[in-house]
């Protein structure tokens, strides 16, 4: 086992330039020993159980026009929606029957989603139930509103920094958007009290082991309660429509080396890894993660919250979802349960 490999088992941390030789010098033997002791420390904590989230996509109405990404608001081919309180509510319903214990309300930064409107959606669940976890994940917003809407029941917040080397956020986001105010959402959202997700797209262009490095370097000291990363895939609405999408194998070894850089850390297995390998979640999964988050949004809407071409699970009902998800995980040995998912740290 090479050193650098062994020094990261031994102490979850490296330096950045330690990092950024790990990642141009591995072979398939360090691939292996990594994967192995990802495995080996998600089992410890997580056991077998793979933790499910139900993924509504409420709006894809955004103010922001991230480069990357297939609903930003220069794409003018994008049909529209939002949902209303009532649906939102009708999926949670359906979701809890089915056994989910998380919701994760996702969208777009839809200005029509103000602090009243959306706190009174997380209340309205709040108060029908009492035993789930509510994950919001609606981008940038002042720290009043995240505590409103904290206070309101929201238990958890996704906002993946992206990249963690700013130049490299320069060149995946407009002038009007800044690396220091998404960090600082990330350290205010902490602050706050929920649980906090950050991650990054694998394979973003411009990307580098370099700006890689920084990435994992941020995670080893912010400690998120999840990481979520999948492969960035090209949209054919913009400008990076021509880019390669991220890779399988760089995915997987990321995730198992995140594992060990944070073992309790929460870490789904993307849609988006699910996009570029018909079995990449459950590799996903077999590499250290040990979430998944089935869609719940009402099928009439799946095929508008695109964010990435060939977007995988877009015709079926949830239900349908949720066995197939059940019946992956259990052909490559684990188990998804019912239960809200917090993290054991
Ligand atoms: N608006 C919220 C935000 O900014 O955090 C949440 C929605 S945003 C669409 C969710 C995530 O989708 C982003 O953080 C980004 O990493 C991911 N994403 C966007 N475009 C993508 C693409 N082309 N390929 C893979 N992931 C993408
Ligand atoms: Fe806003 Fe993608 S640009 S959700």
Redesign the pocket.
Request: charge should be negative; hydrophobic fraction near 30%.
């Given at each position: 086992m090479k050193d650098l490999v062994k020094k990261l088992i031994d102490t979850h941390s490296l330096s950045l330039l330690e990092y950024e030789k790990l990642l141009c010098d591995r072979n398939d033997e360090d691939m292996e020993v990594i994967k192995e002791e990802a495995v080996k420390l998600r089992k410890e904590i997580y056991g077998k159980k793979v933790y499910i989230r139900g993924l509504i996509e409420f709006t894809n109405y955004?103010k922001n026009n991230?480069y990357?990404?297939?609903?930003r608001c220069a794409n003018k081919n994008v049909e529209r929606y939002r949902l209303t309180e009532e649906e939102i509510l009708t999926c949670c319903d359906m979701g809890y029957n089915l056994g989910f214990r998380t919701f994760v309300l996702?969208?777009?930064?839809d200005p029509y989603f103000d602090d009243d409107r959306l706190t009174n959606i997380v209340r309205g669940i709040r108060e029908k139930y009492k035993d789930v976890a509510i994950t919001l994940?609606?981008?940038e917003r002042t720290k009043e509103s995240y505590e409103k809407l904290f206070e309101a029941g929201a238990n958890r917040y996704l906002?993946?920094h992206?990249t963690a080397d700013v130049e490299h956020y320069r060149k995946l986001h407009p002038e009007s958007m800044s690396y220091e105010n998404r960090i600082n959402c990330l350290k205010v959202l902490k602050d706050i009290g929920y649980q906090v997700g950050a991650g990054f797209?694998v394979g973003s262009p411009y990307q580098s082991n370099k700006t890689l490095a920084e990435d994992l370097k941020f995670i080893e000291e912010f400690k998120p309660d999840m990481c979520g990363i999948?492969?960035?895939?090209?949209?054919k609405d913009t400008i990076f429509k021509d880019e390669k999408a991220g890779g399988l194998e760089l995915t997987l070894f990321l995730l198992s080396v995140i594992r060990i850089i944070h073992p309790p850390v929460l870490l789904p297995a993307t849609t988006?890894l699910g996009t570029i390998d018909k079995k990449g979640r459950e590799k996903g999964i077999e590499a250290g993660a040990n979430v998944v988050m089935p869609n719940l949004s009402p099928v009439n809407v799946r095929d508008k919250y695109l964010?990435?071409d060939n977007k995988i699970c877009t015709g079926d009902e949830a239900a349908e979802c949720i066995n197939c998800m059940k019946r992956r995980m259990e052909s490559v040995g684990y188990e998804v349960v019912i239960d809200r998912g917090d993290i054991i740290k």
């Open positions: 955004c991230c990357y990404c297939g609903i996702q969208g777009g930064e994940s609606v981008g906002l993946r992206e797209m999948g492969p960035f895939i090209p949209h988006a964010l990435y």
